[in-house]
């Protein structure tokens, strides 16, 4: 099966401009999320979707971030305007079922967004 | 508080040795415990998921434990080789049934010498 897809791969701008990323499941996967990787950290989670659902976007700083899943399929995360401190690797993962039924989580390679 | 704390920080082995990380968790209600692969520049790769009730999980040359009195696993890979050089992630799912959410550690950085 084709794995989780993610574009850009990295992306350079500069603070106060915006960026969005896309990410592309696993076909049939029901759960998305989106997590920050900052260097030398785990993965933490901004959101996650459940079908086209927001099921938890407790860490999403949304006077600054957004993210959308339409028809439950593909997702785009948006910042807007970025913060020096958003320097990070963002990480899309799928599964199929909730991870509470161990069902695996798939990630995609993410995007490496360095913001000056 | 939720909490996945692995160990050591970083190891540096010589190919063909044997190795083993911790991880130690402070979550409740457990569901499951996840140890994830990461190379640089990758996303994570899933090497095991282990449940309550499960004390060994086996993947290839890696082989996890699971201890849910003492809240402690193992990752232990054997006969290591120079791809075995990543970051390795302890993972726990804390779970109910109207949420679930996965607790993240913060890894532990693996180089392999020849």
């Known amino acids: 099966e084709a794995g989780v897809a993610q574009s850009p791969r990295y992306k350079i701008i500069e603070k106060r401009q915006s960026v969005a990323f896309w990410c592309n499941p696993i076909?049939?996967?029901?759960?998305l999320y989106w997590y920050q990787q900052i260097l030398g950290q785990g993965p933490k989670l901004l959101i996650q979707?459940?079908?086209?659902?927001?099921?938890?976007d407790s860490q999403l700083p949304k006077d600054r971030f957004s993210a959308e899943r339409l028809k439950g399929v593909d997702s785009t995360l948006k910042i807007q305007p970025a913060k020096l401190e958003d320097s990070a690797v963002y990480l899309c993962?799928?599964?199929?079922?909730?991870?509470?039924?161990?069902?695996?989580?798939?990630f995609g390679n993410g995007t490496r967004l360095t913001v000056t | 508080k939720n909490q996945v704390e692995q160990s050591p920080q970083s190891l540096i082995i010589l190919e063909g040795k044997n190795c083993t990380l911790q991880?130690?968790?402070?979550?409740?209600?457990?569901?499951?415990l996840r140890w994830y692969k990461q190379d640089t520049g990758r996303g994570p790769v899933s090497l095991t998921i282990?449940?309550?009730?499960?004390n060994t999980k086996s993947n290839g040359r890696y082989t996890a434990t699971l201890d849910a009195d003492t809240k402690q696993s193992s990752l232990h890979i054997t006969a290591s080789q120079l791809s075995d050089s990543a970051s390795y992630i302890c993972?726990?799912?804390?779970?109910?049934?109207?949420?679930?959410?996965?607790?993240f550690g913060t890894g532990t950085r693996l180089q392999v010498f020849p």
């Open positions: 076909s049939g996967h029901a759960t």
């Open positions: 993962a799928s599964s199929l079922n909730r991870v509470l039924y161990n069902s695996p989580l798939h």
């Open positions: 282990m449940t309550f009730s499960e």
């Open positions: 979707f459940q079908n086209n659902g927001v099921v938890d």
């Open positions: 993972v726990v799912s804390a779970g109910s049934y109207n949420t679930d959410k996965l607790i």
């Open positions: 991880c130690n968790y402070t979550v409740s209600p457990f569901s499951n």
